[in-house]
């Protein structure tokens, strides 16, 4: 068959497709997307198409004229859509072309490799009684993978033209035309459909109309395609018992356990030589630098007491970060990570709580922002208040930086664990905030189970690993550097106003500036906790702004510029010898209690201005204030009692 | 034979669950899904095709019965979305 050279069609009349040439039928191709139906659409046509934007909308549309035996038709190329229940504006167009009813034949064309999808979008199809031709791609694939279907029984089940086609090699192009200016003349319709019409008010719903339309899917696909393998794989087995109620918990709780322990264990080390050679030779180098070029001491005091130090501390955590997220995507690639949702459901549902506010928790383990959008995923307003109050207690990847300095500060040689147990401490504050506002402000609330898609195991292909853990940690750096930099910028500068004493800008002792002196004021409120001291309450008061920002502000704090040892060795050393004095010589108790306290005590104000979008300022400072309420009694507890221990 | 969770398979297609229409396939699918299969397990434990099973699981994310845990927040790109690069579930 020879190609035809496209003409220009009119504008396009309304409905979502061009016009048709007054006189040349119309046919249509309809079909999943990438099943070949553009490669189809080319081979039909010939090279040289026309292309008009559906009308009110950016949609492309592809027109184009076809021989079909003795007659030219209009051939249009709709956009893929897996069903006539739109989504989105592709989707649209095509459902309008279809339901407009102005066309002479639907061609669907049907994946042979995925049949079941495609039979689905031709049940719809056919509830429209639209005439139809059906093309079937991807026959070579579908035999080599065993999925080969029998074309002639589908040809006698569906009662329509059926041809097997391949558009680049121009197989059954032929005899795809003949079957259309048959079916021109003499239109066929699909059978074996149940007796319903497009809008059966029996069947208003689109679930219950899915509900028929794929038992009538089943029933061609048992006739057409040859019997699938019912043996229970690798994955059903390892399911059995990664999604008990009795080990998936357990198998959970080892399996972050061991990546703490592996991140920790493998991570201090390097986080020690970077940031020693920031601090090190980088910052000799600077300094000598600035010398030769004789700047002002406050410009040395700005790069290297201010930028540098807030390089130091981005660089410091970039192996930390590389680690935790290969472990991240490593889990999250063999499709272990999606089980945890399944799992958690389970125990939620069974203390009341609803289980598909898993996923948007989980993300919150991630980063809280996210996961404030991603309850959405809830239908009702009040479960996606719920759960978004609760977001804010799941520990996310920035207050883990802080843990890690802490734990290694005051457990060096049980590091993992500690940072294990306060993420245990994380999920105990979720799920408790969650009974009690079912047991108060949420009773009303019916829980519901999760459904997730769950993909089978796999084991994650290096390649993609690796590019996954560089997208995240160039995300982290951008992320963490630009809040982190900007935070040590922005306390320079207030360590550099007096308050007091009678110093000069840029001149001034850390606890006579601004930042010490209001510092100061709030240390004495941390008494309670053993943290009395107006370096750790600064370094609180900037994790306000962004939990990445405490380990850094903490660093500014003790103005750390012994350059002849590492500057992340030196701060944990003074650090340690602050809280022993503070705590009275408990040393241990005031530091866990500073750990949930960093938990628990306030979200980023991202977090908090999403909240504030999400839900409305009362919801947000109430839930805020709770937390803080919360996370302070909590914290003077564990060090009241533990100091007595 | 022992479903995925460890309990016993019932004849999978008379059971309801989330979705309503016992007896359907589609219902039958969404409720192992439910109950922790994957549409390919779901598929094995119904003895239909796993394309099918796979057919159901998109349809049934489309109307909302099924969430995707690579879809929870709407976006899935660590690398464009600073946010998300720490996330669990994003690919």
């Excluded at chain 1, 492309?60 to 859509?81: H, I, K, N, Q």
């Excluded at chain 1, 509900?211 to 390892?238: G, I, N």
């Excluded at chain 1, 390097?270 to 410009?299: H, I, K, R, T």
């Excluded at chain 1, 991603?374 to 977001?391: D, F, N, W, Y």
Aim: glycine content about 10%.
């Amino acid at each position: 068959m020879s190609a035809q050279h496209c003409h220009d069609g009119p504008a396009p009349a309304g409905g979502g497709v061009p016009a048709e040439t007054p006189s040349m039928p119309r046919v249509m191709l309809v079909g999943n997307p990438n099943v070949g139906k553009s490669t189809l659409f080319n081979a039909l046509t010939g090279a040289r198409q026309h292309v008009v934007n559906a009308p009110g909308t950016t949609i492309a549309v592809a027109e184009g004229t076809w021989r079909c035996g003795t007659t030219d038709v209009s051939l249009v190329d709709l956009p893929g859509t897996y069903s006539l229940i739109a989504r989105s504006p592709d989707e649209q167009v095509a459902t309008n072309a279809v339901a407009g009813g102005d066309c002479g034949v639907h061609v669907a064309v049907l994946d042979a490799t995925a049949l079941s999808r495609s039979l689905y979008l031709l049940a719809q199809l056919a509830l429209e009684d639209a005439p139809v031709v059906v093309a079937v791609t991807m026959t070579d694939l579908a035999k080599a993978r065993g999925l080969g279907p029998d074309v002639g029984a589908l040809g006698r089940v569906l009662g329509v033209p059926v041809v097997a086609v391949n558009g680049r090699s121009g197989a059954g192009l032929d005899a795809l035309a003949l079957a259309v200016s048959r079916s021109l003349t003499r239109p066929a319709r699909v059978r074996g459909l149940p007796e319903l019409a497009a809008d059966d008010a029996a069947l208003s719903t689109e679930l219950e109309r899915a509900q028929v339309l794929f038992d009538w899917v089943e029933r061609v696909v048992d006739e057409v395609l040859p019997a699938s393998d019912a043996r229970p794989t690798f994955s059903d087995t390892l399911d059995r018992v990664l999604l008990s109620p009795w080990a998936g918990i357990p198998v959970f709780a080892l399996v972050v356990w061991a990546v703490f322990q592996l991140t920790t264990v493998v991570a201090t080390p390097l986080m020690d030589a970077m940031s020693g050679f920031v601090d090190g030779p980088v910052a000799s180098v600077a300094g000598w630098l600035l010398e030769a070029v004789s700047g002002p001491a406050w410009l040395e005091s700005f790069l290297l007491g201010g930028v540098l130090a807030g390089i130091s501390a981005v660089v410091s955590f970039i192996p930390l970060m590389a680690l935790m997220f290969a472990a991240i995507s490593g889990l999250e690639a063999s499709g272990y990570l999606a089980r945890v949702a399944v799992v958690a459901d389970k125990a939620l549902r069974s203390i009341g709580l609803d289980g598909r506010a898993m996923l948007p928790l989980i993300v919150g383990f991630g980063c809280n922002v996210p996961a404030l959008s991603a309850t959405s995923v809830l239908p009702h307003a009040r479960q996606r208040l719920l759960a978004g109050m609760l977001v804010p207690l799941t520990s996310c990847t920035a207050r883990l930086a802080v843990y890690l300095v802490l734990a290694q500060t005051f457990f060096p040689h049980n590091a993992g664990t500690v940072v294990f147990g306060i993420y245990v401490a994380s999920v105990v504050l979720v799920v408790a905030g969650g009974l009690l506002a079912r047991t108060t402000v949420m009773r009303d609330l019916t829980p519901q189970s999760l459904v997730i898609a769950l993909p089978d195991y796999q084991w994650p292909h290096l390649r993609t690993l690796g590019r996954s853990v560089w997208s995240r940690v160039v995300s982290f750096v951008r992320k963490a550097g630009s809040v982190i930099l900007l935070a040590v910028v922005a306390l320079w500068v207030l360590q550099a106003i007096p308050a007091r004493g009678g110093h000069s800008v840029a001149d001034v002792p850390v606890e006579d500036s601004v930042y010490g002196v209001v510092s100061q004021g709030v240390a004495p409120a941390l008494a309670p906790m053993g943290l009395d001291d107006w370096r750790i309450a600064a370094s609180l008061v900037t994790g306000v702004a962004a939990k990445e920002a405490v380990v850094g502000a903490l660093a500014q704090a003790y103005a750390v510029d012994d350059t002849t040892d590492s500057g992340a060795v030196a701060l944990r050393e003074q650090v340690r010898a602050t809280v022993a004095e503070t705590s009275g010589g408990h040393p241990t108790a005031a530091s866990l209690a500073l750990m949930l306290f960093v938990l628990a005590y306030m979200p980023c104000l991202a977090t908090l201005a999403e909240q504030r979008r999400l839900y409305g300022g009362r919801w947000t400072a109430g839930a805020a204030a709770t937390s803080f309420a919360g996370a302070y009694l909590i914290a003077t507890l564990v060090f009241q009692v533990g100091s007595r221990l | 034979m022992r479903g995925p969770d460890g309990a016993a398979a019932a004849p999978a297609r008379r059971e309801g669950g989330p979705v309503s229409g016992a007896g359907s396939v589609f219902g039958s699918v969404v409720a192992l899904m439910g109950r922790g299969f994957t549409p390919a397990a779901a598929a094995r434990e119904l003895g239909v095709s796993a394309d099918l099973a796979e057919a159901v699981a998109a349809e049934a994310e489309r109307l909302g019965l099924v969430v995707s845990s690579g879809s929870a927040c709407g976006t899935c790109t660590p690398g464009a979305k600073i946010a998300c690069a720490s996330c669990p579930l994003s690919r």
